[in-house]
T-cell receptor, first 115, second 114 residues
């Protein structure tokens, strides 16, 4: 597609439930990133996929968070046993390559509310 | 370790006046520096970047930023602010040799009054 697509746009879940957030990057972009945006916290890096390389998971806040990228395209971020502090906007971005000279194109995000 | 700081949570400026949004960074080697803008209820948009070359880079919507290596700064500027520039601005950095994702600052809210 023309841009980065994220679904759902909004998700309300009960504490303790698992959620899956989806990201469909721009076709041909080999690098894919997940960030979390909380009020007053800026953008917090979560995980980074580059081609077939092992992902950089250094930003995942706990083992309840995981992500995969199938076929070098669509990515799913899974949060298990959700907690109220997981409430945030989860942003996905993609770029042409991961070398860093290319800017990122962001999706509109998924607003997750844990009640 | 890489880091970026935006020392001001909010910047207020009158329409027509020049604006500056500050950003400082810390990396071990050469930096790649970016500015992004987030308008209300919209996604993050790329404004401009510094990779190498001229220290003054020009971007979208009349914005520019100056890379200052000695002060480790990359302040965003515009000669004449518009009310429509009101938004949340993020500075981001990545070290040239590091195979990592961009590190973003906490953001600065720019409010331009008419």
């Amino acid at each position: 597609g023309a841009g980065v697509s994220q679904s759902p746009s909004n998700k309300v879940t009960e504490k303790g439930k698992d959620v899956e957030l989806r990201c469909d990057p721009i076709s041909g972009h080999t690098a894919l990133y997940w960030y979390r945006q909380s009020l007053g916290q800026g953008l917090e890096f979560l995980i980074y996929f580059q081609g077939n390389s092992a992902p950089d998971k250094s930003g995942l806040p706990s083992d309840r968070f995981s992500a995969e990228r199938t076929g070098g395209s669509v990515s799913t971020l899974t949060i298990q046993r959700t907690q109220q502090e997981d409430s945030a906007v989860y942003l996905c971005a993609s770029s042409l390559q991961g070398q860093g000279i290319y800017g990122y194109t962001f999706g509109s995000g998924t607003r997750l509310t844990v009640v | 370790a890489q880091s970026v700081a935006q020392p001001e949570d909010q910047v207020n400026v009158a329409e027509g006046n020049p604006l500056t949004v500050k950003c400082t960074y810390s990396v071990s080697g050469n930096p790649y520096l970016f500015w992004y803008v987030q308008y209300p209820n919209r996604g993050l948009q790329f404004l401009l970047k510094y990779i190498t070359g001229d220290n003054l880079v020009k971007g979208s919507y009349g914005f520019e930023a100056e890379f200052n290596k000695s002060q480790t700064s990359f302040h965003l500027k515009k000669p004449s602010a518009l009310v429509s520039d009101s938004a949340l601005y993020f500075c981001a950095v990545r070290e040239e040799q590091a195979g990592t994702a961009l590190i973003f600052g906490k953001g600065t809210t720019l409010s331009v009054s008419s």
